[in-house]
């Protein structure tokens, strides 16, 4: 599956954005799909992960209760959508597929992904 983030941009602290990651192929459902971040000097890290369904979500402790990841397996799109941002959120935010373990969606593990995106630049000022 190949799969386009965008919606990144540049928001002040306490503001919201919402990411958008779409996917090619007819077997987008088969996969639970991750938003991942990396900022300058620093290793990729998991944020967020959604089960093949939707039925199940992981987070990362840092981003519980202000993030959310949600999917349309129709529109062949996966959600993240951010509240509360603060400043150290900003990062290149990556969406990912894990075609081995669907219905888990809580693979935090960047190996653990099959395909990725090509990341999408998210900045919050303080």
């Known amino acids: 599956v190949q799969l386009q983030a965008s919606g990144g941009g540049l928001v002040q602290a306490g503001g919201s954005l919402g990411l958008s990651c779409a996917a090619s192929g007819r077997t987008f459902s088969s996969y639970a799909l991750g938003w991942f971040r990396q900022a300058p000097g620093t290793e990729r890290e998991f944020v967020a992960g959604?089960?093949?369904?939707?039925?199940?979500?992981t987070y990362a402790d840092f981003v519980k209760g202000r993030f959310t990841i949600s999917r349309d397996n129709a529109k062949n799109t996966v959600y993240l959508q951010m509240n509360s941002l603060k400043p150290e959120d900003t990062a290149v935010y990556y969406c990912a597929a894990d075609g081995s373990r669907p219905y888990y969606g809580g693979s935090i593990g960047a190996s653990l992904y099959d395909s990725w995106g090509q990341g999408t630049q998210v900045t919050v000022s303080s």
């Open positions: 959604i089960s093949w369904s939707g039925g199940r979500t």
